[in-house]
């Protein structure tokens, strides 16, 4: 009788782990990919692109055969204003209950992601373009191994912003006088300090004479300009740096602005990338500059291939320089696991990641890790750091001028 119970006891046992392994396979039939980003608040409208990114690269993996035989499925958590709290708790439930192979986002801040993706051994792929996230990998490499950014930091992305309109920007302008206006935000101030140490060492010695004569710190969410503008037309400044890389901002403050405009050139941060900042503006955007964006469509068979796809699933052309760097980084990642050939093989695939130089036909720019701080090196053949101005309601690139696309032209709100 006991030997009778012993079989049966074993058979089912069997049983059990021959259905367990049924189920798991099952449900490994998708490889997840985990999407922190804030789709609600102030920045809810790059939240989108940054969404719209992954969504891509996502359908064009999936339409290719997918990856390793799987489908990649997207899991999506919102962080709201960046909040600390929902980006540890995000991770946590992507992570541990959700199981994903992959982290990605645009950006959250560069500081309580890393200090959270750096407990976890997942890969976790951003484009925050943050200095603090840069230094995070670099004194903290045993536990940031599995940490890349696929952008350079805001020191480098935005240094130049101030150089090209005082400089590279053929005008004549009617006096040295420059006024800056800040997002009261960390990220925006490391862009403000690289700009104004670019007017001491650079601008200084190529052209002498420019001085700040307006340095205003404006709140997030900022709507009514008009103290700042009556600085401003008091002053009548040749350049005017808008330092605010949220679209109502950038599109209110042009509003304003126009209704009694000095002769200033006005550049700003990557904002007006966004699609959504050209609709919100509308007219008054046509001669604005703008830096930043390092992702771009080429001018090559995949780049037009790539423009029509995204158009086709996404319903916008061309695609966003925020959705190119998601899109980027999704498919570097995906690349790798498919040379490792095991999608939880998380070292391996973060070492072939950062070992290879990555050419992209699709796009201007090229990837290269860092071997210290897993971020893109920009440079020639690199990551490109294109400057750009609003023509006729499209975005061109005037610089550098192996990648433009046409040339400077006078805003219309300037005489001439």
């Known amino acids: 009788m006991r030997k009778c119970l012993t079989v049966v006891l074993t058979l089912c046992s069997v049983f059990f782990l021959l259905f367990s392994a049924i189920g798991s396979a099952a449900g490994s039939e998708t490889i997840k990919i985990g999407f922190l980003a804030p789709m609600t608040g102030p920045f809810a409208a790059e939240g989108k692109k ?53 982290v990605t986002t645009g950006y959250l801040g560069g500081v309580a992601d890393i200090k959270t993706f750096s407990q976890y051994d997942v890969p976790y792929i951003h484009s925050d373009t943050s200095i603090l996230a840069a230094k995070g990998v670099m004194e903290n490499p045993k536990q940031c191994w599995n940490i890349f950014q696929v952008s350079p930091e805001e020191t480098i992305s935005y240094s130049d912003g101030l150089y090209h309109l005082t400089v590279t920007t053929p005008w004549e302008h009617p006096n040295k006088k420059i006024a800056i206006i800040t997002m009261d935000r960390a990220y925006n101030r490391k862009i403000l300090n690289a700009n104004l140490e670019s007017l001491r060492e650079e601008i200084s010695k190529i052209d002498p004479g420019w001085e700040v004569v307006i340095n205003e710190m404006t709140p997030t969410g900022t709507t009514e300009w008009g103290p700042i503008l009556s600085k401003i037309r008091k002053e009548n400044p040749s350049v005017i740096l808008f330092n605010d890389h949220v679209i109502t901002d950038e599109a209110s403050f042009m509003k304003q602005f126009l209704r009694n405009p ?19 503006a509308g007219s008054d955007a046509e001669g604005v500059l703008w830096d930043g964006g390092g992702n771009r469509v080429a001018p090559s068979e995949e780049g037009r291939k790539l423009t029509e796809d995204f158009k086709k699933v ?103």
């Open 314 to 416: 996404i319903g916008m052309e061309p695609p966003p320089a925020l959705c190119l760097l998601v899109w980027g980084g999704i498919k570097l990642w995906a690349e790798s696991v498919k040379a490792v050939g095991d999608e939880r093989k998380y070292f391996e695939i973060c070492r072939y990641m950062k070992g290879k130089f990555w050419e992209m036909p699709e796009i201007i720019s090229h990837y290269v890790f860092d071997y210290h701080t897993n971020t893109v090196l920009v440079g020639h053949r690199l990551f490109v750091k294109p400057f750009n101005q609003i023509q006729n309601g499209r975005n061109v690139i005037i610089y550098p001028k192996v990648h433009a696309t046409g040339t400077f032209g006078l805003p219309p709100w300037i005489k001439k």
């Open 262 to 280: 000095s002769q200033s050139l006005i550049g700003m941060i990557y904002g007006p990338q966004n699609p959504d900042f050209l609709g919100l």
């Open 50 to 102: 940054m969404l719209d990114g992954a969504k891509f690269a996502i359908w064009q993996v999936n339409t290719s055969g997918g990856l390793l035989g799987k489908e990649l499925e997207l899991v999506t958590y919102d962080v709201g204003y960046f909040k600390p709290e929902l980006i540890m708790s995000g991770a946590k439930k992507l992570v541990v209950r959700d199981k994903v192979a992959l």
